[in-house]
């Protein structure tokens, strides 16, 4: 995974600006950069748009006490999306309004899930935590009570003084 990441930090560059040189020499240079400025603009409002209805969406499910149907990938691709388009560049802002179809996103969000599964499955994918704290494991409950004998009521009782 580290060595696609590092291919796609060393190629887009040149990729984007390949695109860049190729449709500035067609459009001119004040157009190419009106476009790019354009994408950016449209594509940020878009993502921020997007990513208020998942959070709605997730709000709604919670309040209504089922999980939600759009999950964590779903929220992380709209970042993403939103990343890609504040990047400037064509190539980089063609794949994140791409990122933000739904369809698309529910597309690209089961195959990761299912890679991550995978993943877990044979031990390639792990998950650590650094810092003060971690897991600290499931809260104490109270303890129950042994038993009860036939009859007993569990109840509370506070003295009132008169006069108050």
Do not use: C
Request: aromatic share 6%.
């Amino acid at each position: 995974m580290a060595k696609y990441l590092l291919l796609a930090l060393v190629t887009v560059p040149f990729l984007e600006l390949y695109l860049l040189v190729g449709i500035g020499r067609h459009l001119g240079w004040l157009p190419t950069l009106a476009l790019v400025v354009a994408m950016g603009l449209i594509g940020a409002s878009l993502a921020r748009r997007e990513g208020l209805r998942v959070v709605r969406r997730w709000q709604e499910a919670m309040a209504q006490g089922r999980p939600p149907e759009e999950g964590i990938l779903s929220g992380a691709l709209v970042l993403l999306a939103g990343l890609l388009l504040v990047l400037p560049g064509i190539l980089t802002d063609v794949v994140g309004l791409v990122l933000l179809v739904p369809a698309v996103r529910r597309r690209v969000a089961a195959r990761l899930r299912g890679s991550l599964e995978r993943g877990m499955r044979n031990g390639s994918v792990r998950v650590s935590s650094y810092g003060w704290g971690g897991f600290r494991g499931p809260a104490p409950r109270e303890a129950a009570p042994t038993s009860r004998l036939p009859g007993e009521v569990d109840a509370e009782f506070t003295e009132e003084k008169p006069g108050r």
